[in-house]
């Protein structure tokens, strides 16, 4: 399968590498990036110690039959990235947006319109990019793709590539469940500073508490209930993790964080149900607040 990963970023360049495995992959990213694994090849380390050969552009020329297009970009980045390649999209190019927050997909939709088919992704992969030509693997979850004619396909050779990956049952769902935990690990981690694991210590439950209260709410009232201990289920995950949230990788590089599609997106949603969202509101403030100051 030809493959572009457009979004060459620390999870972008992960997949690619991933992927190359068993498909012919082309990296879209920065050119100091793009030179290095052009010359040198991706080297992954963590995890693995690797380095992948692949290809890598800053930008696409040409897209070909039947390419999978990986939209691995900023959500705030979409049109951006998508705008100039409508014209070179076919009727069976597929798009996969394997993006944090609500209705990132909705955006491409809107931009692409019936040219070719939109799938959304959920990913729960993590990884830290150290360097151009360099990222860290840090922890590798699960992926769910939303159904479609060739989702399965897809599905399957993610995890022949060793990305474990299923076609979703239930997407909606999906989503709020990496939304809510997203909600809490980002914008946790990026305020004080810490890596993903140090935001399972037990003194910071009442805050975890009170940011997934609201979430619930608001998931409830959009058609999706969930019947766990959400805050256990959290803490349980990232304990021992060696991941750096992307918002905290954002804060530290002096870059425009997700958090208005992440908790911004819960506080705007629940104005539409009448939810106040106080908490939420408060982190989505504090967060912007370091962005004008990194």
Avoid at 47 to 55: C, F, G, M, Q
Avoid at 68 to 91: G, S
Avoid at 172 to 189: A, G, Q, R, T
Avoid at 252 to 276: F, M, P, Q, R, S
Wanted: aromatic share 4%; hydrophobic share 40%; charged share 30%.
């Amino acid at each position: 399968m030809k493959i572009i990963v457009l979004g060459a970023g620390a999870v972008g360049s992960l997949y690619g590498a991933k992927l190359s495995k068993l498909n012919e992959v082309t990296l879209v990213g920065r050119q100091e990036h793009a030179d290095k694994v052009n010359q040198d090849g991706l080297k992954v380390t963590g995890k693995e110690n690797t380095a992948y050969r692949l290809k890598a552009a800053v930008a696409i020329e040409k897209i070909e039959d039947n390419t999978l297009i990986l939209l691995t970009t900023k959500v705030y980045d979409n049109k951006k990235a998508i705008e100039p390649i409508i014209k070179l999209m076919k009727k069976n190019t597929v798009i996969l947006c394997l993006q944090n927050g609500l209705n990132s997909e909705d955006i491409v939709k809107e931009i692409v319109k019936d040219k070719c088919l939109v799938l959304r992704g959920i990913t729960a992969v993590g990884a830290t990019f150290l360097e151009s030509g360099i990222i860290q693997f840090n922890n590798l979850g699960y992926n769910a793709i939303e159904k479609s004619p060739v989702s399965k396909d897809l599905a399957e050779n993610f995890s022949k590539c060793g990305l474990k990956a299923n076609v979703s049952e239930n997407l909606k769902e999906d989503i709020w469940k990496k939304l809510i935990v997203n909600c809490v690990l980002n914008p946790v981690s990026a305020i004080l500073r810490v890596d993903n694991n140090r935001i399972s210590d037990e003194n910071l439950n009442p805050l975890k508490k009170l940011i997934v209260d609201e979430c619930l709410k608001v998931a409830e009232k959009d058609g999706v209930k969930f019947d766990f201990d959400f805050v256990k289920k959290i803490n349980e995950g990232i304990k021992g993790s060696k991941n750096l949230s992307s918002m905290y990788q954002d804060i530290i590089k002096g870059k425009h964080t997700e958090i208005d599609y992440l908790n911004g997106a819960v506080v705007e949603l629940g104005k539409k149900y009448g939810i106040k969202c106080p908490v939420n509101k408060g982190l989505v403030m504090i967060v912007k607040g370091m962005e004008k100051t990194t």
